[in-house]
């Protein structure tokens, strides 16, 4: 399905259409969408509404921007809004995510929640045109137009929240009842422009800060990087050089150049489990995992008890992503009798019972994982976040 139909498949409730958007992380082009969603609903309406309000002549594009409170609303949402509603969600669901937001719901988020909005301002604009008529709710007069899109809102937001955090309607409706709270927020941001720029502040802190810490990494690591091609230069039959560049390239992201440097280590030193591990962990990055399975059978003959025993676990990962389901469960299992608070392991051999087709016991070991979790210090939550939020969407979809 390509975005546009995704889009169009928003409109009626189509879960699948709202979490390839969220999968597909493009942030970008949801919030473009919602820009022009948005500035068109605020023309149609600036239209309609001409001859009865004074209009407020703008002095440029930015005054314009301005004062249809563009900005104010995208960092609203942005840092406030979507953030709330995760971390409302992460603590309605009890799963052991506790109040915390990953990386990877916030970006699926956005890219979901932006282009929503956006198409529902698409269809509230039509409407504001067609039906430019008040409505009197006692003390308070609302346009047609903008009592259906704030319907609408309603509907969708609770939805969406429902779909993307594995939530029951009740519990989605309590976190978007709850995130009401944050409202204040944009009335500061819309009543008072002077503190603007102080907003803005906040989150270009945040990059500065991330571009600090991201710039302080590169400079060790460059700095890491030379000292292993000088000692090179001087013994290019040095393994240990080149495990270390392999491993340099493998945590920038550089896998071509850390698979050559690793396989290097190995053309010298055939019988070091760190050389066969790492090189392993490349080949799962880029999903070939024959190849990363033969690297972890090595590191298990040559080390049996390699990184206290994780082998285990990467091995049975190798044998599940190649079909030997059986003896994943094997690998898995002797793993978790050791290491049985281990998030990962137990979720891979959840998905091992349910490619057997057992799913009370993959239910049984997710339970056992969000249970674990929950009793389990935040840094340790914080750390395995993904095994459980993962654990949550493939409990909620059996």
């Known amino acids: 399905m390509t975005m546009l139909g995704e889009l169009a498949a928003l409109l009626g409730f189509r879960s699948r259409a709202l979490r390839a958007l969220s999968a597909r992380g493009s942030v970008a082009v949801g919030v473009i969408a919602f820009c022009i969603a948005y500035l068109l609903f605020v023309l149609v309406r600036n239209s309609v509404y001409l001859g009865i309000e004074e209009p407020v002549i703008p002095t440029g594009p930015l005054q314009s921007i301005l004062q249809a409170n563009l900005i104010q609303m995208l960092l609203y949402l942005s840092f406030v809004y979507i953030p709330t509603v995760i971390v409302l969600g992460n603590a309605i669901a009890r799963d052991g995510a506790g109040l915390s937001v990953s990386r990877e719901e916030y970006r699926g988020h956005l890219a979901a929640l932006f282009p929503l909005w956006g198409i529902l301002f698409l269809v509230a604009a039509p409407l504001q045109m067609i039906f430019p008529q008040f409505l009197i709710l006692g003390i308070f007069e ?47 941001l819309t009543a008072f422009l002077l503190a603007l720029p102080f907003f803005l502040l906040i989150p270009l802190f945040y990059v500065v800060l991330q571009r600090m810490r991201a710039f302080e990494s590169r400079r060790v690591s460059e700095r890491n990087l ?24 493998f945590k920038r992201g ?43 059978e090595e590191t298990y003959r040559l080390n049996s008890q390699y990184a206290q ?67 389990s210090p935040r840094f340790f939550r914080k750390e395995n976040r993904k095994w459980i939020y993962r654990a949550r969407i493939l409990l909620r979809n059996q």
Request: hydrophobic share 45%; charged share 20%.
């Open 226 to 249: 030379q000292q292993q091609l000088q000692i090179l230069t001087v013994n290019p039959r040095d393994a240990d050089a080149h495990y270390q560049l392999g491993l340099i390239h």
């Open 254 to 296: 550089n896998l071509s150049a850390a698979q050559r440097y690793f396989e290097s280590a190995l053309n010298i030193d055939v019988n070091d489990a760190d050389y066969h591990y790492f090189l392993g962990r490349v080949f799962e990055a880029i999903d070939d995992w024959p190849k990363a399975l033969e690297q972890y």
């Open 142 to 188: 609302i346009s047609i137009g903008l009592l259906a899109l704030i319907l609408l809102l309603l509907l969708y937001t609770v939805w969406a929240i429902k779909e993307l955090n594995y939530l029951s309607l009740p519990a989605a409706l309590g976190v978007f009842i709850l995130s009401w709270f944050t409202l204040p927020v944009f009335y500061l």
């Open 309 to 375: 025993g994780d082998i285990f676990r990467e091995v049975g990962k190798g044998y599940l992503h190649t079909g030997s389901v059986d003896k994943a469960i094997e690998f898995l299992g002797f793993f978790l009798k050791d290491r049985a608070s281990d998030p990962e392991g137990r979720y891979w051999l959840a998905v091992a019972h349910q490619r057997l087709g057992q799913f009370g016991e993959m239910r049984s070991q997710l339970k056992m994982l969000l249970e674990q979790a929950r009793s």
